[in-house]
């Protein structure tokens, strides 16, 4: 690939605060190459390749998709014709089943004795229990939740090493979510490896990232109590082969009589997690990882510590849901001290008042997709006027390969000459689990030099849609802030949005 920019933004939807560089690393004669998918394992992906040469990073890229089409197609608790699902409809005896489901299946097997039952296949019985009561806009009764409780604490299959067969031993619904993607990942980085001329490379899969070879990777975690893409993180990491799991309950659960519950069930109880809000776990071991991430949301603060400390190598930080940080022992060697918010600037003297920092603008974004499709996530700019069309602030840019960034041509003609300017570090982001397309961003109020903008006038967010061989669209909206009223505004789809909206609000007290 002829790279005729000496810089990019990259990253999981990073915003322009976060560009990434593509110039030659220093000791060895590689470029990263980067490519983000929708629909991938039911969220959103990743991946990075340092590789020698473009035709040697499409062989990884492709080798490593293969990968992850080949195990869902093994694992996957959501595809009724997966091997998981015909070994669930298969009866109670004995069946030949391939290595990768043996060999998850057992680790589930490990994993819930080591964890004391906190992580179990069959939480996925409790899990629907909660999901039909959410339905009905109510909690499940005491008497349902003993029974699905009572299905939880039998013995669900039995595994013969010596015949590598499965047999169920119930009927209780299981799922393999705990920690399948982890393995997954794991796989297709050791198929992308294996390619001539690739060194290193990171895998993203919805939030838990993996990385392995000669590649280093600042990773920051995202705060789940501020969790747009732009927000500033709770932590940041320098992470060499090593995978980063994060697990947390805010972005799936159920909203119950105006309460949320967290998707993550304890399997001992039936009740979902709530003390944990967010535990983050480094691990030299994927499903190591994905397994412990899961665990500490379920385990009493005063008991997950001790698992992680069993496993050699690995790191936590949790985030409770009173507002406690704990973190293990060896978490701050792998810390970057986080990015401070840059100090409020008054705006320059004007007739008008300077913005109010108590407020910010929300821009959602749920990208177009095709069930059960994976699709290449398109060019997006997102960026703010002035009632003069004059740039105020540019919010994000993603994009895979700089010699299409044209085909953005408004903002292209707006904001090229600053990118091309750009010199920041690469970075990724650690989060829970999202759903495949789904955004959101913010405007604080500042322009592209971190002054604050006057609070009268309008203003226009802009957001710029461009596919490959696909369509480009351009949305905008206006916003006069002048009055400091909430303001809420639905932005009309089109073939490359499903839907977005833009919001002028007070910000929350808890971020």
Do not use: C
């Amino acid at each position: 690939m002829t790279n005729p920019f000496s810089n990019r933004v990259a990253g999981f939807l990073l915003p322009l605060a976060v560009a990434g560089s593509v110039a030659f690393l220093p000791h060895k004669a590689t470029r990263l190459y980067v490519s983000d998918y929708e629909n991938v394992l039911g969220t959103s992906l990743e991946i990075k390749i340092d590789a020698d040469a473009e035709q040697h990073a499409t062989q990884a890229e492709s080798a490593a998709l293969h990968e992850v089409d080949r195990l869902n197609k093994i694992l996957s608790s959501y595809d009724a014709s997966s091997e998981f699902s015909r070994w669930m409809r298969a009866g109670k005896a004995p069946l030949a089943v391939s290595p990768e489901l043996y060999e998850v299946l057992a680790l589930f097997e490990q994993w819930r004795l080591k964890s004391d039952g906190a992580l179990d296949a069959s939480a996925e019985t409790v899990g629907q229990l909660w999901r039909e009561a959410a339905k009905q806009n109510r909690q499940p009764t005491a008497a349902e939740i003993s029974a699905a409780v009572a299905a939880v604490h039998q013995q669900h299959y039995v595994l013969n090493a010596q015949n590598h067969t499965a047999q169920r031993t119930s009927t209780a619904p299981l799922a393999l979510n705990s920690f399948a993607k982890s393995y997954i990942m794991n796989k297709a980085a050791e198929a992308a490896l294996a390619t001539p001329g690739v060194s290193g490379l990171v895998v993203n899969i919805g939030g838990d990232i993996l990385v392995r070879g000669e590649h280093t990777e600042q990773i920051n975690v995202s705060n789940p109590r501020a969790d747009a893409e732009n927000d500033q993180p709770v932590a940041q990491l320098q992470v060499s082969d090593k995978t980063i799991a994060t697990s947390g309950n805010y972005r799936r659960g159920e909203l119950i009589g105006g309460r949320w519950y967290s998707h993550i069930i304890d399997p001992r109880t039936g009740r979902p997690a709530s003390e944990v809000i967010s535990a983050t776990v480094v691990a030299d071991k994927a499903t190591d990882a994905g397994a412990l991430a899961t665990a500490l949301n379920v385990l009493p603060t005063t008991e997950g510590p001790a698992l992680v400390a069993a496993v050699p190598g690995a790191e936590f930080m949790l985030l409770t849901a009173d507002g406690r940080r704990l973190e293990s022992a060896g978490w701050r060697k792998l810390a970057r001290p986080a990015t401070k918010p840059a100090a409020e600037k008054p705006a320059a003297p004007t007739k008008d008042k300077p913005w109010d920092p108590a407020y910010e603008v929300a821009i959602n974004l749920e990208l177009a997709t095709i069930e059960g499709v994976r699709v290449h996530r398109p060019f997006v700019a997102v960026w703010v006027v002035d009632e003069k069309k004059q740039p105020v602030r540019q919010i994000a840019l993603w994009y895979n390969k700089p010699r299409w960034l044209d085909d953005m041509r408004f903002w292209y003609a707006t904001y090229y000459d600053q990118f091309a300017a750009a010199n920041s570090t690469l970075s990724s982001t650690a989060s829970a689990t999202r759903s495949p397309g789904k955004y959101t961003l913010k405007w604080d109020g500042k322009d592209d030099k971190g002054n604050l903008v006057p609070q009268g006038g309008t203003y226009t967010v802009l957001v710029e849609v461009a596919r490959e061989h696909g369509t480009h669209q351009m949305l905008k909206q206006d916003l006069n802030v002048a009055k400091k009223k909430p303001l809420h505004f639905e932005l009309p789809p089109n073939t490359e949005v499903a839907s977005a909206s833009v919001d002028f609000r007070k910000k929350a007290d808890d971020k």
